[in-house]
């Protein structure tokens, strides 16, 4: 399982940012995604989860209510979209996905064994 993030960039406080989950190669909508970041010196956090069929999502309390999590069927993309940015968000993101497909999704990295390379979010305040 590929996944390859995108999206990333440069944004001032109060902006806004759209990242996709892209998967060559394998079809997303059968897989749970989950959206990770990572500050420097601080651990892994999850930040939203969606099911394979887009009925259950799970959102990181820090990020309820200004992150949106969506998929794309036509496109085979799984999309983030984030408002009202801080500088406190300003970390890598990443999309996984567990090893099989219709397993029900947890904001527990353990629980993802497929990883992107991550996109680099930065805030400026």
């Known amino acids: 399982v590929q996944l390859v993030e995108s999206g990333g960039g440069l944004v001032q406080a109060g902006g806004s940012l759209r990242l996709s989950c892209a998967a060559p190669?394998?079809?997303?909508?059968?897989?749970?995604i989950a959206w990770f970041r990572q500050a420097p010196g601080k651990e892994r956090e999850g930040v939203v989860c969606?099911?394979?069929?887009?009925?259950?999502?799970h959102y990181g309390d820090s990020v309820k209510g200004r992150f949106t999590i969506a998929r794309d069927s036509a496109r085979n993309t799984v999309y983030l979209l984030m408002q009202h940015l801080q500088p406190e968000a300003t970390a890598y993101y990443y999309c996984?996905?567990?090893?099989?497909?219709?397993?029900?999704?947890?904001?527990?990295?353990?629980?993802?064994?497929?990883w992107g390379n991550g996109t680099q979010v930065t805030v400026s305040s």
């Open positions: 996984a996905s567990p090893s099989s497909p219709g397993v029900p999704g947890r904001l527990s990295s353990s629980f993802y064994t497929s």
């Open positions: 190669g394998f079809t997303i909508g059968e897989y749970t």
């Open positions: 969606i099911d394979d069929n887009g009925g259950t999502i």
